[in-house]
């Protein structure tokens, strides 16, 4: 018996995306009001009759659309803050960043051009 199905993003985008990338999945919440503002958040609203527990079941997100400040990566496995929402999206505008969460407006953020001073 071999069902064991690797896990993919919710997100069809990242799949696509980051095929590379080493990546961690989060379950969906089970609970109703958080459950909700993932699923808004990823803009998977066919999953919103389905509820939350199919969510929970069969659905995952992976760590890229979170902030750092949500989640612990150990050498096990990694853990998710029970309050976090994904904020982190693909959209037209989205630039692929190293480390470095993009501030919550990123617009024409000029900043990551750093030039070095010449005098
Ligand atoms: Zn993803």
Same mark, same amino acid.
Not at 22 to 28: E, G, I, P, S, V
Not at 101 to 116: D, F, G, H, I, S
């Given at each position: 018996? %071999?069902?064991?199905?690797? +896990?993919?993003?919710?997100? +069809?985008?990242?799949?696509?995306?980051?095929?590379?990338?080493?990546?961690?999945?989060?379950?969906? +919440?089970k609970k109703q009001d958080r459950w909700l503002q993932w699923v808004r958040a990823c803009g998977r609203l066919d999953l919103e009759p389905r509820g939350p527990e199919y969510a929970h079941q069969n659905c995952r997100l992976c760590h890229l659309h979170f902030? %750092?400040?949500?989640?612990?990566?150990?050498k096990v496995r990694a853990r998710l803050h029970p309050d976090a929402v994904p904020t982190i999206f693909f959209g037209p505008g989205f630039q692929q960043q190293d480390n470095t969460? +993009?501030?919550?407006?990123?617009?024409? %953020?000029?900043? %990551?051009?750093?030039?070095?001073k010449v005098d």
């Open positions: 018996m %071999n069902a064991i199905r690797k +896990p993919s993003c919710a997100v +069809p985008e990242c799949v696509k995306k980051f095929i590379d990338v080493q990546r961690h999945f989060f379950k969906f +919440p902030e %750092n400040k949500w989640y612990k990566i150990n969460a +993009p501030e919550q407006t990123t617009q024409q %953020n000029e900043e %990551n051009v750093v030039k070095e």
